[in-house]
């Protein structure tokens, strides 16, 4: 009642700035409506299950924790890695929330939560691949190794690999693809999507990396610029991290390997 | 049930376990080789599966390739068009099109282009272009381009030939993802349970999901393309080079030239089956144990109640044949009414079974015993649980019987008496025998001394009053016999009459004296009764004794009364006639003679005037003692009253002056006896004696005329002037007085030096002296030379013979020792006769010695003459005197040889040296046969016993000549000389050495 009145309040004294701006927060509030991206490919994270149509994920819970925290309704934008900075920035959605990797290409661009999640690169091959037994296999001439373009796996191969060929494939379907075929040995990945390949395809093979490799924080990002957003969201966050609602959300998912430590 | 049969159900037990376990065995066995072989079968049927499915997917795959390839020939020939079909082909790395010259011209990897695959090596063969798939062998590589033989990586190349209208057509290759297929198998096969080859047509290897196989290989698939020949499909267990049984399915494609073969390893495939081996073994052996278990346990449970059972029959049997026992025994409820009874009780009580069961036990009551009696048995019942004792019971037909009954309650578990048990023994018998038993133990128990003794005379039982009777205690009297007792008085020929007597009547009954502990004897009434079984066996015997000392003694008090004088306790008038008239009749039978003697005190009455009757009873009694202190036992003193006394004199000699010197010796010895003073109460007292005395022998004497006859001899004493002897007979006072007068001259002949030794040479049969015999002669004063035999008989009676034997001795050896230095009579012995009272003296061995010592005579010189008489003394005494002088040299000879009672076993034992044969022998040793063979017997005896023999008395040379005859070496008579003087003895020596 209180807090409904302060929002009022708030309402009241700041509705001019907020829609001179036309912040996201009035836009939500005015259309009732959250507009989330995501990547329904994103096993555990904001998958949806092709058999059902059903959203699941960490994210996905997130998402209506936050939804419900505004007191609105959700909507889900689709969205992918590649079109990830353009869907945000031309306001396709409020907020992304698909375990996108810290990077800092995107946070150029994008505005961040503080992170949830940290994964490292794993690589997946096929169990018949007799060339790559281990990690340190991969990094070999004649060896392939598939990355899917505008993930942030691509830069990051691209700088570390020395003696193996990079192949970016333009979708993240054709990196599994160029592996399955056996025209890749492996294509990069990270921890969420290692397992979907897992649980999902008969053929996969997990090679995870002998040491810490390359860790990347992911989070939820926004547009930049509209501050009283991102710090509603962070407000939200705060309280879902304390009132152990992420976790349990991470849990669920079987995340908690890659749950990023309290800030 | 026996062992026996315990033993063979144990073993029928172990027998059906065996089966049973056999059959577990065998069943589970079974069991387990059908899961192996299903589990085979299900193995070989899951890689028949498996190869059937992996088939249809490389069908599937491989027809999926075939449309791509010829849509790509069909399509244009940019290669971006072609990329199209790889995009949801993982099985496809690259597809290209082929020109002309062979060499790839349009690939959707640029890096192939050019590249000349080896069409001509792909299978099926041809000549031609061919409308079919056809395939390559497995190539190293990743795509065409890639001839870098890296291992673990390679492609199957296929190509198929699609026609572009009239005669032309376009040849598509295409570079197959070998991994697809291996990802796909490997998915459904692990490694380690088997693997999935790919083959090509020929056999040839194109992938395998065993890393270690190498693609393009042909070994070992020989065999199974062989099969394809006969079957597409097949499954089969083969054997692999590396020992390894896999089971194999293959299959063929349907459509292209691969053949799918599927080896799972059996032993893998097989470890379930093992699991399920090792559970089902568990299980069947853990169920089989357990029910083995409960079954021995059954077994164990089911033998000891059978045993018990066996036990409870057992003890049924038993407790029924102890019912029949000779005891009569009841069961009765607690009411006491009869359950059950067996036939010794029927026996006993008249009731039979049927009569008795179901009545109460009063029906035997005899009304004898109270109330309380029946009361303290229920009393009894209840406390102890059991009674004994005796009831007199009531038969049935109506007499009494004592029995013997102990009854014994019987309670359940609770402890309430359900039952009694009764067992009577009916004990009229045993209460007759016991009554029996005590009288015979009191009649046993008798005054009279009863022994009881075996069938052998062992005594098994004495009473008291034989203790008393014979000294023996019971323990000292059990198990001796009767022998103890025996007195010796008895002769063999006593006991033999009474055995015969206990043989013949069964018993025998008298008088016999025996002997008790302490050495008396006594005389007892005996009665020995033999005791016999019913098969007449003599089994014991039973002796009563009495002590009959007392009777004996009572009667032997009315003899004395009868016979014997109450003051002296000697002889009456009575007893001395009837011995008297004994001694008569006993004379007329031997040639003895006899003696009465009449014994009167003289002023026996002045003295009992003066200190009265009892002095004078006093001195009587010491007149009898001293009387019969001077005669021998066999003679008889007796009173006749007053102070008259009589001593009958027996054996006497048989010639009248013997036997009336023997009598005058006695009454003088009876003189000296009673002469001497009395010491009576305080005073000393002295009486004379007369005496009379007459001989009598043979039968013409009468008692009474003797008896007058004494008694005027006594008359003759005290005219004599008492403290005398006079005979009856005047001739025979006058021959006694001689006789009295001769013995003074022999003892004054003795002092005086009146005897003189006479010699009678002794000759060998070569007519040599060897030897004299010293005689001696009395040189008596008035008489002249008196011939031994009228005065040694008298010498030996007054016992001068001692000091005149001495004499003779001692002269005879001085006589030697002369003789010992004179030439021509060294050699001479002396034989000198000893009396047998000389000999008897115990110092006579000394005496000879003695006399050899002072005399210096030669001890070998000198012979001893013994007369047989001797050995009537201790033998044994003699032959020590004998052996202890013959020590010394002195020999002995045996005079008168065959007179006497030597036996032979006496003569052999003396120490004796020469026999001298009796002159009455030689004397009618040619007339009288006997005579002739007495001496010829003695001759032989003496050479048999090794002793000397010397004839006495040859008188004629007839006698000589047949005692040489018969052995005699030595003579001794008349024939050749007399006795002699020493001097004459000295010249016939002389002679004799003159005309030697």
Not at chain 1, 143 to 156: M, R
Not at chain 2, 171 to 176: C, Q
């Amino acid at each position: 009642m209180k807090r409904f009145f302060l929002a009022g309040l708030s309402a009241l004294f700041l509705g001019q700035t907020a829609f001179a701006q036309s912040g996201l927060l009035e836009r939500i509030q005015a259309a009732g409506e959250l507009r989330v991206c995501i990547w329904p490919d994103y096993y555990g994270i904001s998958y949806r299950n092709p058999k059902t149509q059903q959203l699941t994920g960490i994210d996905i819970d997130m998402a209506n924790a936050l939804a419900a925290d505004l007191g609105v309704s959700l909507k889900f934008v689709n969205s992918s890695f590649a079109t990830l900075i353009d869907d945000v920035t031309a306001k396709r959605c409020d907020i992304a929330m698909f375990a996108i990797g810290i990077t800092p290409a995107r946070a150029e661009k994008l505005r961040f939560t503080a992170p949830h999640l940290v994964s490292d690169i794993y690589a997946i091959t096929t169990k018949s691949n007799r060339r790559i037994r281990q990690w340190d296999d991969i990094d070999k001439p004649g060896v392939v190794v598939a990355v899917a373009k505008g993930t942030l796996h691509e830069p990051i191969m691209r700088d570390k690999l020395r003696q193996a060929t990079l192949l970016v494939t333009d979708t993240t379907q054709g990196r599994e693809q160029e592996v399955e075929s056996g025209r890749a040995d492996v294509f990069m990945t990270d921890f969420p999507f290692s397992r979907r390949m897992l649980e999902t395809t008969d053929w996969a093979r997990l090679v995870a990396p002998s040491a810490v490799y390359h860790l990347t924080p992911y989070a939820y990002a926004m547009v930049k610029g509209d501050e009283r957003w991102h710090a509603r969201v962070e407000r939200f966050m705060a309280k879902a991290r304390s009132n152990g609602q992420l976790m349990a959300a991470i849990r669920r998912h079987k995340l908690d390997p890659i749950a990023a430590p309290q800030p | 049930m026996s062992p026996h049969t315990r033993r063979g159900r144990r073993a029928l037990f172990i027998a059906i376990v065996l089966l049973a376990s056999l059959g577990a065995f065998a069943a589970t066995s079974y069991v387990v080789w059908r899961l192996r072989v299903e589990n085979i079968d299900r193995q070989l049927e899951a890689a028949a599966l498996s190869a059937r499915s992996f088939e249809d997917h490389l069908t599937q795959s491989f027809s999926a390739i075939e449309r791509s390839l010829v849509h790509a020939a069909e399509g244009d020939k940019r290669a971006s068009s072609l990329t199209q079909f790889l995009r949801h082909a993982p099985y496809l790395r690259s597809i290209a099109l082929v020109g002309r010259d062979g060499r790839i011209a349009v690939s959707t990897d640029r890096r192939n282009l050019g590249a000349r695959p080896p069409l001509s090596e792909f299978l099926p063969r041809t000549t031609g272009p061919l409308e079919d798939l056809r395939t390559g062998s497995f190539t190293n590589g990743r795509d065409f381009h890639d001839g870098s033989p890296q291992a673990g990586s390679g492609y199957i190349p296929v190509s198929i030939d699609v026609r572009r209208g009239e005669a032309h057509w376009q040849t598509v290759v295409a570079s197959v993802n070998p991994d697809y297929f291996l990802n796909f198998y490997g998915s459904h096969i692990a490694p380690e349970d088997g693997t999935v080859e790919l083959l090509r047509y020929d056999g040839r290897l194109l992938l395998s999901t065993d890393e270690q196989a190498i693609p393009g290989e042909s070994d070992g698939n020989g065999g199974l393309i062989a099969r394809l020949a006969d079957a597409e499909a097949g499954r089969l267990q083969e054997t692999l080079p590396d020992g390894r049984t896999v089971l194999t399915a293959y299959r063929a494609s349907r459509a292209y030239p691969f053949v799918l073969v599927v080896r799972m390893d059996r032993d893998r495939l097989l470890a379930g089956w093992r699991l399920e081996a090792i559970h089902t073994v568990s299980i069947v052996a853990a169920a089989f144990l357990s029910t083995l278990a409960l079954a021995i346990l059954y077994f164990v449970r089911f033998e000891r109640l059978a045993r018990d059972q066996e036990r409870d029959q057992a003890r049924q049997r038993i407790a029924a044949i102890a019912f029949e026992s000779q005891e009569g025994m009841v069961v009765t409820d607690d009411q006491a009414r009869i359950l059950q009874v067996n036939k010794a009780f029927t026996r006993m009580t008249g009731y039979s079974a049927e009569e008795a069961i179901g009545v109460s036990m009063n029906i035997l009551k005899s009304g004898v015993h109270d109330a309380d009696f029946y009361r303290g048995i229920r009393t009894s019942l209840a406390k102890a649980g059991t009674w004994a004792g005796e009831i007199i019971n009531r038969h049935k037909d109506g007499t009494l019987h004592p029995h013997f009954v102990t009854i014994t309650a019987v309670c359940n578990d609770e402890g309430e008496v359900t039952h009694f048990v009764s067992a009577q023994t009916d004990i009229t018998e045993r209460k007759r025998a016991e009554i029996d038993l005590r009288i015979a133990a009191a009649a046993f128990q008798s005054r009279e001394g009863m022994c009881v003794t075996d069938a052998t005379g062992v005594i098994l039982r004495v009473n008291r009053a034989f203790t008393k009777v014979t000294g023996y205690s019971a323990e000292e009297a059990v198990g001796q016999t009767p022998r103890i007792l025996r007195s010796g008085r008895h002769d063999k020929a006593f006991y033999e009459d009474m055995w015969r007597s206990i043989e013949a009547t069964g018993s025998w009954e008298g008088e016999i004296w025996n002997r008790r502990k302490c050495g008396e004897l006594f005389p007892e009434w005996l009665t020995i009764t033999a005791v016999r079984d019913d098969a007449g066996t003599v089994t014991h015997y039973v002796a009563t004794l009495t002590d009959i000392t007392q009777r004996k003694e009572a009667e032997y008090e009315i003899r004395n009364l009868a016979f014997y004088d109450p003051l002296t306790r000697l002889p009456n008038r009575r007893l001395l006639l009837e011995r008297l008239k004994h001694a008569l009749s006993a004379i007329t039978r031997s040639e003895h003679g006899g003696a009465l003697l009449f014994i009167d005190l003289d002023n026996f009455k002045t003295l009992n005037d003066t200190y009265g009757h009892d002095m004078g009873d006093l001195l009587l009694q010491r007149v009898a003692e001293r009387l019969a202190g001077c005669v021998r036992e066999a003679d008889t003193v007796a009173r006749l009253g007053g102070d008259e006394f009589v001593v009958l004199l027996e054996d006497l000699s048989g010639t009248p002056q013997d036997a009336a010197l023997q009598a005058k010796t006695v009454g003088e010895k009876i003189l000296e006896a009673l002469n001497r003073p009395y010491p009576l109460a305080d005073h000393e007292y002295h009486s004379t004696p007369s005496i009379g005395i007459t001989l009598f022998s043979g039968p013409h004497n009468l008692s009474d005329d003797l008896m007058k006859r004494a008694d005027l001899a006594l008359y003759g004493a005290k005219a004599a002037g008492r403290n005398t002897l006079r005979f009856f007979d005047p001739a025979m006072q006058a021959a006694v007085t001689a006789r009295a007068s001769l013995e003074a001259d022999l003892r004054k002949g003795l002092q005086q030096g009146e005897f003189v030794l006479h010699y009678q040479p002794q000759i060998d049969d070569s007519g040599t002296i060897s030897g004299t015999e010293a005689l001696v002669r009395w040189q008596h004063p008035s008489l002249g030379l008196v011939p031994p035999a009228a005065f040694i008989p008298l010498a030996e009676e007054t016992s001068l013979i001692l000091p005149l034997g001495q004499w003779v001795l001692e002269t005879a050896c001085r006589q030697l020792a002369a003789w010992a230095t004179m030439p021509g009579r060294a050699h001479l012995s002396v034989s000198v006769n000893v009396s047998v009272r000389q000999f008897r003296q115990p110092d006579f061995v000394a005496q000879v010695l003695a006399v050899l010592e002072h005399t210096g005579a030669l001890p070998g010189r000198l012979q001893l003459e013994l007369t047989e008489s001797l050995l009537l003394d201790d033998v044994e005494e003699v032959i020590d005197k004998m052996e202890a002088l013959r020590a010394r040299g002195v020999s002995f000879a045996l005079d008168d040889f065959g007179t006497g009672y030597s036996s032979l076993s006496y003569l052999r034992r003396l120490p004796l040296d020469q026999l001298k044969i009796d002159k009455s022998f030689v004397t009618d040793i040619i007339g009288n046969t006997n005579d002739a063979v007495i001496s010829r017997t003695i001759v032989a005896l003496a050479h048999s016993l090794g002793l000397a023999v010397i004839a006495e008395g040859v008188e004629t040379t007839e006698q000589k000549q047949f005692l040489a005859l018969q052995g005699c070496r030595s003579y001794q008579g008349f024939l050749l000389s007399a006795p002699l003087p020493l001097a004459e003895l000295e010249t016939l020596l002389d002679q004799a050495a003159d005309t030697a």
